[in-house]
């Protein structure tokens, strides 16, 4: 009985010795199933998720300095990292982590923008003073 595989979609015949395969045995498609798998397991067992937090700790401590050493010597990747970046940023707002919006929600109504000079914090920020000129303000102009 052929079935078809859930990555490649081609049609497979199962081995008789492996009971419920989904997957053909071509190396792509078993790394697919792997992948599925562990994100699966990840996702349903609490022990297996701890112990791959704890190992890829483990890891990071004992290879602190892999990402600056591959960034050094992959400059392409570097640059399509810069570039996903960017198209990140413009498909969220992007805030501070500590920032939130019922703290810095304003009433709808008309104010006035006083610029605090020499008190910028980056090159594309304005900090303003804000005073509530006139409640209510619905119009635009």
């Known amino acids: 009985m052929e079935k078809t595989c859930p990555h490649c979609k081609r049609k497979f015949t199962p081995h008789p010795a492996v009971k419920d395969q989904r997957y053909c045995t071509s190396a792509g498609c078993q790394r697919a199933r792997k992948r599925t798998w562990h994100r699966e397991k990840l996702k349903s067992d609490p022990a297996y998720r701890e112990n791959q ?3 890829q700790k483990a890891w990071r401590e004992r290879n602190r300095d892999y990402w600056r050493h ?3 010597h992959h400059p392409a990747y570097v ?3 810069r ?3 960017r198209q990140r940023n413009r498909t969220r707002m ?3 982590m500590d920032e939130h919006p019922a703290k810095t929600a ?3 109504g008309r104010y006035r923008l006083v610029p605090l000079c020499g008190r910028i914090a980056k090159m594309d ?3 303003v003073e804000i005073d509530v000129i ?3 303000y619905a119009g635009g102009g």
């Open 106 to 108: 304003i009433a709808p």
């Open 53 to 55: 937090a704890a190992a």
């Open 94 to 96: 992007i805030a501070k």
């Open 125 to 127: 920020e304005l900090i």
């Open 83 to 85: 570039l996903h970046q």
């Open 70 to 72: 591959y960034r050094e």
């Open 134 to 136: 006139a409640r209510g």
């Open 79 to 81: 640059e399509k990292n």
